[in-house]
């Protein structure tokens, strides 16, 4: 297996102990089951701990040798702490009056321990959430756009229900269909017929033509029910149907 990286500091704490000690200090740190903030930060005070396990680094010297920043140090030793694998002393410390840790009171024999890291509650949790969401955001402004039957017109160019339009009249078109389909209705008649009722309740279709073929169906199905062939046809009975 290939040797573990041993931190090494150019400019350790003062009383440093023989390199027997250091590595059983190492060995120790090394051994717990730790996240890699807190571990890392453990690592950098086994690597300054003196014979009885004291050291002083400061904030910022422990920052610079696990390169992580201020804030997710000071959250580590929080963890260690509350796990009891350093305590702190911060009454007396050593030259410029930094915190004095005691690592590895537990040193000799000391179990490996499962440690969950402390929730997230620094300065810079704020700065990482707007990121998250700020990252949320863009996926979602990059996100695939659901595709659309082709032969289906957008939605700005649907038909929209509309009055009868004051030019509509019985077409040629419309003359032969009906001719064909129902010879006994009176299709100028009924055209008329549909065309005022059509506007006298202000009904609004998205095809009129559409709305006109089924008035004349309606018609036929009238005239059949009397049985007479005269183009005869109940106006009201027709509209209620047909509207």
């Not at 040193?107 to 990121?131: F, I, L, Y």
């Not at 089924?214 to 009201?236: C, E």
Request: glycine share 6%.
């Amino acid at each position: 297996m290939p040797e573990r990286p041993v931190l090494h500091s150019a400019a350790r704490g003062p009383d440093r102990g023989s390199s027997a000690v250091s590595n059983k200090s190492l060995t120790w740190a090394w051994s717990q089951n730790l996240k890699p903030a807190p571990k890392l930060v453990l690592l950098a005070l086994a690597d300054h701990a003196d014979d009885s396990g004291l050291c002083w680094p400061s904030l910022v010297r422990i920052a610079e040798m696990t390169g992580i920043d201020r804030s997710t140090v000071t959250r580590s030793l929080a963890t260690l702490e509350q796990h009891h694998l350093i305590a702190r002393d911060r009454s007396a410390g050593g030259p410029g009056k930094s915190t004095r840790y005691r690592i590895g009171e537990q040193m000799q024999g000391a179990p490996v321990k499962q440690v969950q890291e402390t929730p997230d509650t620094g300065p810079n949790r704020c700065e990482r959430s707007h990121n998250r969401c700020e990252r949320s955001q863009k996926q979602v402004r990059h996100a695939p756009r659901t595709i659309r039957n082709p032969q289906e017109p957008p939605e700005r160019e649907r038909k929209r229900a509309h009055p009868l339009p004051d030019t509509f009249t019985l077409t040629s078109a419309m003359q032969a269909w009906g001719s064909e389909k129902f010879p006994a209705v009176n299709l100028q008649q009924e055209t008329e017929k549909f065309a005022d009722h059509a506007r006298a309740k202000n009904r609004k279709l998205t095809d009129w033509v559409a709305g006109w073929r089924n008035w004349i169906r309606q018609a036929h199905d009238y005239q059949q029910a009397r049985g007479s062939s005269a183009p005869h046809v109940a106006p009201k009975q027709i509209s209620e149907e047909l509207f």
